[in-house]
Structure formats: structure tokens, C-alpha cells
């Protein structure tokens, strides 16, 4: 059996920063990784906003650019918007008894209602979607407030740095079983088909929106929703957001320097694969690009299943924790800002939870919005004729 003071499976940007920085403090530190590590290659559109740009240089003591790591700099964001489409057919089960005075009354204040929430999703709330997507972002008009680079690059500086750092780590292996007693983890080596034990002190989940560990220690899979993206020739240099509120989603052009990436988030996943790549080629026809048909495909947090600690000695950071942006999918900031989180608080310092309380926050705030704006558009009908005291 092997022994480590500290186990983290995942070795992206989130379990490669916080293995950097035990390794600062002297822990010992092991990385698994189930892909091979030198060709991972994480689907993500690569901004790095304000956020994720001083999370970085407080962790590694250099910006990105001293780190040799070319951004493209973007000082303009333009967010479209669908038009709702809102029916002013009550369901069934409000409609008002016909006939009848009290019918009449309720069906006339009923449809006066549905007009007047039209009238708002059409001006205010398309207003307000658009502030949120871009606070989300970090965006601040006319002031080059994020970047953007291939998330590669990205990811591979920061794992370099911990292994330079000393730090081991073993790709093409996951984790097949968890004793939470004995504090063991069952691993498998996926080329060898190997098995074999190893006993920690901590360990920590870095390992996505489909954490392995996060499914052991729970017994469930988090909320997720489905992404596409593709990698196109660089036609604008500002960064698109496409709101498209009656299919659930969104789509994004974004530059990040000698090509840019196209890409699409649709929180209806009851919709078929077939379907979402037709609104992925719709937006990109309407944008005047060539749909590549290399499209790749990948599940990310939807940020209403955030969870830090599912067990004693036990941690998820970054998406594995369920840490991520509802209006952007944006998730970088939080997996370096949990890692730094985590790090301080095993070396006694501010407790995990406490730490990460402004990031929760965000999160919950971010997901709330967002699920009153998709919602908005088909399913307010629900409410009318119920009354509210509030």
C-alpha cells in the first residue's frame, strides 16, 4: 500500500494549483489523473477574468504575462438577446370558469398580467440579464478588465510548476473505490489495469463536473448541463454573448489571439444532442461562421449543487465541488480561488467553509438569477391566479 499525506485526483488548473502550494509548505502530495496528462486538453473558452487573474498571481507570485503565457486582451463585450415568446393561453388549470362575472374578472386580470410581464422580460429584464452576464464575466466597459488564451497553455503551466515544485503524480489512473474509515482509496491504473491502495490523510476531489470522487463519497452525481464548443478562425475581436432564453442557453464567440472559440450552453437537458448542435449551428450561421465539425462536448456544474466537504478528511474544489458561473459556465476564478481556500485552511488558517463563503455566495446568487430568467419565459404562466402576500 502506498501512503500519502495528502491525495488529489484531478490535475487541472484546480488540483494542480492547490498540490503547487502544499508543496510550498512541504506536504506530501500525490496527483492522479485519469487522462494522460501531457495531452488533457479541457473544453473551455479560456477567459481569464479579473478575478481569475489576481487569484493567479497571488498563488504563483507572477502575472500571466510574466509567466509566459499570452493573453489576448478584450475591452468590449456585446451580449444579444432572443425575444421572449410568452403565450397568453392560461394551462388548463387556471383558466377561469366561463360564464361567470368572477370568471371574467379573473381571465381579464390574468391576461393583463401575462402583458405586463411580457412588456418587462422585453425591456427590463433583457436589460438586466445582460448586466448579470457581463458582472459574471467580470467585464467593465472601455477598461480591458479579462483576457483570454487557450486553456491548455493555461493548464499546463500551472502543472509544470508543481511538478518543478517536486510534486508526484500519476496519469492514467483513477479511483475505483473509497474507505472512508480506513481513509483508502482503491485505485486502478488504466493502462496496466493494475489496482492497488493508497492511505491519506486529506483527499481531495479536483477531478470535474463528473467527479468520480464527488459519486463515491455521495453516492450521486451533481447538477450539470451540457456544453459544445469548436475552435474557429478569428473573425471579430470582441467577445459575443448570445442570450437565447426560449431554448434555455446561450452561445459565445470568443477571440483569445491567433484563432477564437464558438460555443453553446443549453440548461434543458431533456433536449436530444441533435437538437442542441442545430441551435449551435443556427448562432453560427447567424454570426456569418462556418460551423467546424470537429465539435467537442462536455457536462459542467450548473451551480445549484455546491458542495465543499462531503466527508471527514474530505474536500471538492473547483468543479468537482460544483463551483461554477450559471449565466457564463465560468469557472477558472473558482478553481484556483478554492485551491487557495483549501491550502490555507489545511495549514490552519481560515476554515474552508469560511474562506469560501463570498464565492458561494456568487454562486447561489448567479444561479438563482439565471433560473428566473430562463424560466420566466414559458413557465410564469404557473403563478397567475394563485395569490401572494408578498
Known sequence: MQETDILVVGAGAAGASLGYLLKQTGKDVL????????????????????????????????????????????????????????????????????????????????????????????????????????????????????????????DDYILNRYLEAGGQLMDRTTVRSIDKERQVACCVNLVTKETFEIKYNTLVGADG?????????????????????????????????????????????????????????????GCRDSEIRKHFAACCADMGIKMESKIRGALIPDGSDVLLQPAEHCFLIGEAAGLSDNFTGGGIHYALLSA??????????????????????AVHKNCSNANIYFAAGGKVVEFLGQKKTN
Open 31 to 154: 496527483l492522479l489523473e485519469m487522462l494522460d496528462a501531457k495531452k488533457k486538453n479541457k473544453l473551455c473558452a479560456g477567459i481569464i477574468e479579473h478575478r481569475a487573474d489576481k487569484a493567479f498571481t497571488d498563488i504563483f507570485g507572477k502575472t500571466l504575462a510574466e509567466a509566459g503565457l499570452v493573453t489576448m486582451p478584450m475591452e468590449t463585450m456585446i451580449v444579444r438577446h432572443d425575444d421572449y415568446e410568452m403565450s397568453h393561453t392560461m394551462p388548463k388549470k387556471h383558466q377561469a370558469v366561463q360564464g361567470t362575472e368572477q370568471g371574467s374578472v379573473q381571465d381579464e386580470n390574468a391576461q393583463g398580467f401575462v402583458a405586463s410581464l411580457r412588456n418587462y422580460l422585453q425591456k427590463g429584464g433583457k436589460m438586466a440579464a445582460k448586466m448579470a452576464v457581463k458582472k459574471a464575466a467580470g467585464y467593465e466597459p472601455g477598461v480591458v478588465s479579462y483576457k483570454a488564451l487557450p486553456r491548455k497553455h493555461f
Open 340 to 361: 487557495k481556500a483549501l491550502a490555507d485552511a489545511l495549514q490552519g488558517k481560515k476554515t474552508y467553509d469560511e474562506a469560501m463563503k463570498p464565492q458561494l455566495d
Open 209 to 269: 463536473a463528473t467527479s468520480i470522487v464527488r459519486r463515491l463519497l455521495t453516492g450521486k452525481r451533481q447538477s450539470t448541463t451540457l456544453a459544445l464548443e469548436a475552435p474557429v478562425p478569428l473573425t471579430l475581436r470582441e467577445t459575443v454573448i448570445y442570450l437565447r432564453p426560449a431554448d434555455h442557453g446561450y452561445f459565445w464567440y470568443i477571440p483569445r489571439g491567433n484563432d477564437a472559440t464558438v460555443g453553446c450552453v443549453y440548461h434543458k437537458l
